[in-house]
């Protein structure tokens, strides 16, 4: 695969990078006025608003069967809900910087995932030194000397969680979701729209509190919603098809550079510097992780999706 990049290749690969190292900002934001179910929901449903159109303009339509349905709730499930919404819940204590650093590690776990269901058995020695590094840098950014820095450990425990729910939803789509000979597209859509449906069953049970009228949080979750979640998948499936799968995804280390700086600059967040070591060594691991020195039969890449919480 060509590493050799246009310009407009570059802009779009950077504009993707910004727009999901912003999400957790926005999360953030958003959640000064919403409770977490109740921004993830919002979050699916304008995602899928954005993404509906882009498949029915294209001739194309929603899968019909009720096995691939099946498959799409349970990815839904581990790849929206349940990490979604433990991250919005983590940010209510937590820093966003620290949610996108832990993020960017999703590409260790859905290695590990598709080990364990069977995708990828032979790990290798650069897989597995990239997962203890990648593991070594998350204990570094979580550990208890860096409370002040990192928020809450509850926090910092759902932002991991949420981070490994992410990574086996990754290696359960590789598994029984890709190859069926449905676009990756109509499989975003149809995803987030499986999972708009469970957090709408999740509403009754936590999702009835009073909602405070902020503008910046209705715009962050507007934001968050069309731009970060539609829109983002549109881009990430221009970039894959004009530019190749190996360009996108590289936009696993542009973003959690992006969330720190916005941390910085528009949240004030203030991190230390085992936040930047743990980052660097988590980054180095994705870098091992990602390296294909041979396809192994049956083995899953993981989507640049992945990154993104």
Known sequence: MSWELSKSGLAR???LGFIWGSVFMFIKIAGYAVSPVQMVFTRLVLGALVLLPFVFSRGLRLPKEAKVWGHLAVAALLGNAIPWTLFAWGEQSGTSSIAGVINSTTPL??????????QD??????????????????????????????GSTGSVVAFVVGTVSLGASFAYMGKFLTGRGVPPLVLAAAQ???????????????????VSFRLDSALSLVVLGAVCTGLAYVLNFQIIAKDGPTIASTVTYLFPVVSVLLGALVLDE????????????????VTLVRRKPKQAPGGVTAPVAAAKG
């Open 13 to 15: 690969l950077v504009a």
């Open 109 to 118: 776990w859905t290695i590990v995932a598709a080990f364990v269901l069977g």
């Open 121 to 150: 058995r032979g790990l290798g020695v650069t897989k597995i030194a990239g997962v203890l590094l990648g593991l070594l840098g998350t204990l570094l950014i979580a550990a208890p000397w860096n409370a002040a820095s990192v």
């Open 192 to 210: 987030l729209t499986a999972a708009s449906v469970l957090m709408l069953l999740a509403l009754p049970f936590a999702g009835l509190q009073p």
């Open 270 to 285: 203030v991190i230390g510097w085992p936040v930047y070591v743990g980052a660097v060594a988590s980054i180095l691991g």
